[in-house]
């Protein structure tokens, strides 16, 4: 299927590695144009490089912290007017029990996982208005729809930002901009292993075990390759994602087993 988006410009954020690099590729096979973000100026340079030859598309990739004001005011400066936005905070999370949690702590989760992606939003959204074309996708996980001990920080900051689009998606759809998260589950990442050795260690078990236990509860039985969350990504990108805006879309093998 073309996706329509040839020509199209995007910002991928923490697209250096894992889910990101993915998205980024998959947005480049379709020609898209990008600009890639992440801290790690060499691993972002080399991601960058790798896209170029095999794609072909223009990227310019930007070394900043997206979670911080002056990072992301140099990946707006760099971008130009862009259509395409996918937010990836890219912090790995630790394990944290509720008592832990400093006020700190939380007033930091709430700038990773809420005001970056907002403000983000709210510097792109009027000039995709304009166009009358517009794609925004946050990455967020699946435990948002059954939140997991240890994780209440992440949890409440995620929740706030899909609030927050909710209503926001629903003025800028009139306009053809869209705005929808992904929640993905076991995907093959630094980040996922990152997690399961921190819940073996606070298990007081083996991370062979913890990804045992997780694939018994996950009904695809295997964990996911990177491109099958960027390959989503790239379709609510599409012409044809038009009419879908404001969602959840749970990607997790069928773990979570609700019906909304």
Sequence with gaps: ???????????????????????????????????????????????????????????????????????RAAILAASGDVDILVNNPGVRQVPTPYAQITPNDWRQWLEVHFLSSVEMITAVAPGMQSRRFGRIVNMSVSFIKFPQVGFAHSHAARLALSGAVAAMARELILHNVTINTVCPGLFDTDALHTNLHAHAKRGNTTYQEIVKNRLESCPAGRIADPSECGD?????????????????IVND????????
């Design 1 to 71: 299927m073309d996706l329509g988006l040839k020509g199209r410009k995007a910002i991928v954020t923490a697209a250096s590695r894992g889910l990101g690099l993915a998205t980024a590729k998959s947005l480049a096979r379709e020609g898209v144009a990008l600009t890639m973000n992440a801290r790690s100026s060499d691993a972002l340079e080399a991601a960058a490089a790798g896209i170029r030859a095999d794609f072909g598309v223009p990227v310019t990739a930007v070394a900043a912290d997206f979670n911080t004001a002056e990072g």
């Design 253 to 260: 093998g069928g773990v979570y087993q609700g019906l909304f």
């Design 232 to 248: 989503l990504i790239a379709f609510l990108c599409s012409a044809q994602a038009g009419f879908m805006t404001g969602q959840n």
